[in-house]
Structure formats: structure tokens, C-alpha cells
């Protein structure tokens, strides 16, 4: 067995740049524990360690500040990301806690990303709310289980975000929160002198947004409006019942100069309009997908579309859904749990591929959630593969994944990609590297793609 001490010896041997890389896939704990076996791994290793940080309990993050404050210079200089959940209800060990992480804020000078998982919770506390407010490094804020406090928190920001999320909104309120959030008028009595929204929002590229209103009544020129630089947009609708007969508005569609990405539902993106270079319907219900997305998808007109797969679908959604889409090169279809239930795959086999035959689609990924492992058997996947490559003229490259998405969306399985070749009823497929195959999605997710919507092999692989 190889001793420690040779073990340390040969880590610091390594050249600077590959031991930072090599200490950057340590998870947090287990860096500070490296950080202590040499003073050459010291900076690095601690470097790590403390950039990114998980509160999950009052007494760790009592722990977690009595350490950092401790050594405020050598310490809190490295901090960058920090996740905190300390209960769903305001209560003394919480308040314990507060004065401590407020200390730790201030005293952060270079804290990126902020993530309250219970934002509401947390924000009732004043000084922790100002501490939040004051920071000014900050370029992604994310608070789960928002209302009133927390939007207010986000409009009187001092930093210059690039990404928010407000997800889970509550339901106290909600009108005076939606309201809050989105444009408000300036004689409102939420809306404070130091409001920063119309300045600061600007900054803000990346958005993820849920809400709780009437879907006839989403306010999608105010979402634009009040976030007029996305690129990136994920949005939800929880759809409320109101009691009153109220009449439905004419639909007036909104929509920015261009988003490089969309996600959301027909229902809560049926208001934007395009262009969107990829898009992600997240609808499993297949008489709204049937009713809406079609109407959807021609109006996003994207270059990438990524759907979830109806239990029951026909042939006639998938048309509706996709032929009036003219730019739809790029095709992404998920599967929920074939591995649990295989006769979704056989609907997908039986229905999609002859669907899509007219389309000019040029590459098509198949998400094959197989939570059994080892149940979609590669002689399957492979001959989907040719069974899409038949059907579809214009194919050129085909994606199955079959495994699972991790809780950080890291996907675990199998990827195999899969090259069309031959033409007519002689076409086949030929297995192709993942690195090949990344390149390809790449390139077909890129500027590039988008203003040519060639896949010319001469753009992709450039002579060297």
C-alpha cells in the first residue's frame, strides 16, 4: 500500500495548473482534509474547500461561521458560493444563527452566487434582509419559496446580477407579489427610495421564474420589460382558479430581440413570441402539448426543440407540434422511465419516427430515463437509431442516452451517438466517439448554426 506521506509527495510534484484542476472535483469537506496533509497543498486545497458552502442546519452553520470569522483575511477571501436551508418556519435556533451570517456577508469580498432555500423564512430577519441587499459582488441570486420579502430583497440589490431564480412562490399575497415583482407603478407602497430594479435588472441574463396568477391573465409584457437583456429563460405557472367572472384579455404577445434558450409549458409560454434558438417544452399531458404547443413552437420558431414524451402519443401531435416550425433542424426527445415502463418506448417506435419524416431535421436525441439500469439493452437502442434514420431523409446524426439525471442535472448512463450514412433504403448508422458527438451538439447549439442552418461537415470539421 502506497504510504501517505509518498502519496502527498507525488501530488506536489504535479505541475500547479493540474493540481488545481485535480483539487477542483474534491467535494468541500473532503479538500480541507487535503489542505491540512502539507503546507504545499495549503492554498490550494483550502482554496476549494471553502469556495463552495452547503448550510443545511443551524449547527453547521454556527460552526461554519465561528470558523470563518475566525480568519477573516486568510478565510472568507475564498469564498464564492454559498447555499443555505435552515428550516421552513422563523424560530430561535434560526435567529441564533443570523447574526453570524450576516457577519460572514459583509466580510465576503468576493461571494458570487447566494441561494436561501426557504427565502421568506430567512428575509424576515432585518439585518440579514440588509446584508443581502448591501452585497455588491454577487452574480447570481437564488431564492426558493419567495413572496413579498424576498422581491422585495431583489429589487433593492446593490449587485449587478447575471442570473436570478425566484422559484416557489407562495401563496399568501401573490397578486401584491407579482405585482411587486413585475413593473410596478412608482406610487406603490412597496416600491422604497433605494429601489434599484430599473437599473439593476438590466444587468440580468439568465432568469428562472415561477409564479402562481390565472393563465389568461400571465403578464408576459411585464416579464419582458421589467428583464429586457435575457438570453436565458425558464418559466413556470402554477394556474389559479378565481372566483370572479372575469373575461379573458385579448392575448397580446411579447418577446425579446432574440433568447438563446426557453423552457417552460405551452400554457405559460403560449404569450412570447420568437425568434428562440432552443427551446424546452416541459408539458407530459398530451391534450395541452396537442391543443398548445404546436401554436407554441410556431410562434418561438427555435432551431432546437426538446420535448417530453406524452404516455399516449399519436402520430398527429408530433405533426402539429413540429411542421410549422421552419427553422427546427435539431430534435430532443425525453422519455420519462422506459426502463420502468418499456411500452412508452415502443409508443415512441410506433408513432414519432414516421412523424417526422417531412421535417428537415438533421440531428435527433433520444433521453431514455432507465431507472432500473440495465433493462433498454443496446441492441434496442441501436436499432431505434436505424429505425429514425430511415424514416427521416435529411437525418445526420442521432443521440440515445439511456441511465438518469442526477439531483444536479448531471446525466449517469449511457451516451452513445451514432453517424447516418448511405442514402435511400441502404442507410445505416455508424457509432461515432462522445467527443465527436458533443461537438456536434455544440456546433448545432451555436451562433453559427443558427444563421447558416447548414451542417456542413467542411464548418464542423475545419481543415487544421
Not at 493540481?19 to 482554496?47: C, H, N, Q, W, Y
Not at 458570487?112 to 452585497?135: N, P, Y
Not at 433520444?366 to 439500469?373: E, F, S, Y
Amino acid at each position: 500500500m502506497t504510504s501517505p506521506t509518498r502519496s502527498t509527495g507525488e501530488l506536489l510534484s504535479l505541475n500547479k495548473d493540474v493540481l488545481e484542476e485535480l483539487v477542483s472535483f474534491l467535494a468541500s469537506p473532503d479538500a480541507l482534509r487535503l489542505s491540512m496533509t502539507a503546507r504545499g497543498l495549503r492554498s490550494i486545497a483550502k482554496r476549494r474547500s471553502l469556495a463552495d458552502i452547503r448550510l443545511r442546519s443551524t449547527e453547521r452553520a454556527t460552526l461554519f461561521c465561528r470558523y470563518m470569522l475566525a480568519d477573516i483575511p486568510d478565510r472568507l477571501r475564498w469564498l464564492r458560493r454559498l447555499e443555505i436551508h435552515l428550516g421552513t418556519f422563523y424560530e430561535e435556533r434560526i435567529s441564533l444563527a443570523i447574526p453570524g451570517l450576516v457577519r460572514v456577508l459583509a466580510h465576503a469580498p468576493s461571494l458570487k452566487s447566494l441561494t436561501f432555500d426557504d427565502a421568506e423564512v430567512m428575509l424576515e430577519s432585518g439585518i440579514l434582509a440588509a446584508a443581502v441587499r448591501m452585497l455588491t459582488t454577487l452574480e447570481e441570486l437564488n431564492l426558493r419559496k419567495y413572496g413579498l420579502l424576498a422581491v422585495s430583497t431583489v429589487r433593492r440589490l446593490c449587485s449587478d446580477l447575471r442570473k436570478l431564480s425566484l422559484t416557489g412562490m407562495l401563496p399568501t399575497r401573490r397578486h401584491v407579489v407579482l405585482t411587486t415583482l413585475l413593473c410596478p407603478p412608482k406610487h406603490s407602497e412597496h416600491i422604497t427610495d433605494d429601489d434599484q430594479a430599473a437599473v439593476r435588472w438590466k444587468s440580468i441574463r439568465e432568469l428562472e421564474l415561477e409564479v402562481a396568477c390565472p393563465t389568461h391573465s400571465i403578464p408576459h409584457q411585464a416579464i419582458v420589460d421589467s428583464f429586457p437583456n435575457l438570453i436565458h429563460f425558464q418559466f413556470n405557472v402554477t394556474d389559479v382558479q378565481t372566483n370572479a367572472d372575469i373575461p379573458e384579455p385579448a392575448l397580446t404577445r411579447a418577446g425579446w430581440p432574440h433568447l438563446d434558450w426557453m423552457g417552460g409549458t405551452p400554457l405559460s409560454l403560449g404569450g412570447f413570441k420568437g425568434p428562440v434558438k432552443c427551446l424546452r417544452l416541459t408539458e407530459e399531458r398530451p391534450g395541452i402539448l396537442h391543443e398548445h404547443g404546436g401554436a407554441v413552437v410556431k410562434d418561438l420558431d427555435p432551431v432546437m426543440l426538446c420535448v417530453a414524451m406524452p404516455p399516449e402519443p399519436d402520430s398527429q401531435v408530433w405533426k402539429q407540434l413540429v411542421e410549422r416550425s421552419h427553422r427546427l433542424r435539431y430534435l430532443r426527445i425525453e422519455l420519462s422511465n422506459s426502463g420502468e415502463h418499456a411500452a412508452e418506448l415502443d409508443e415512441m417506435r410506433a408513432y414519432v419516427p414516421a412523424a417526422l419524416g417531412d421535417l428537415d431535421i438533421v440531428c435527433i436525441g433520444v433521453d431514455i430515463t432507465d431507472l432500473q439500469g440495465g433493462v433498454v439493452f443496446s441492441p434496442l437502442v441501436e436499432s431505434l437509431a436505424l429505425q429514425l434514420a430511415q424514416c427521416i431523409d435529411t437525418l445526420r446524426y442521432v443521440c440515445i442516452r439511456a441511465g438518469a439525471a442526477s439531483a444536479d442535472y448531471e446525466w449517469h448512463g449511457k451516451i452513445t451517438w451514432w453517424r447516418v450514412i448511405g442514402s435511400n433504403e441502404g442507410r445505416q448508422v455508424k457509432n461515432v466517439t462522445t467527443g465527436l458527438g458533443t461537438y456536434v451538439d455544440n456546433y448545432l447549439t451555436s451562433v453559427d448554426f443558427e444563421q447558416t442552418l447548414s451542417l456542413d461537415d467542411a464548418l464542423l470539421f475545419p481543415a487544421s
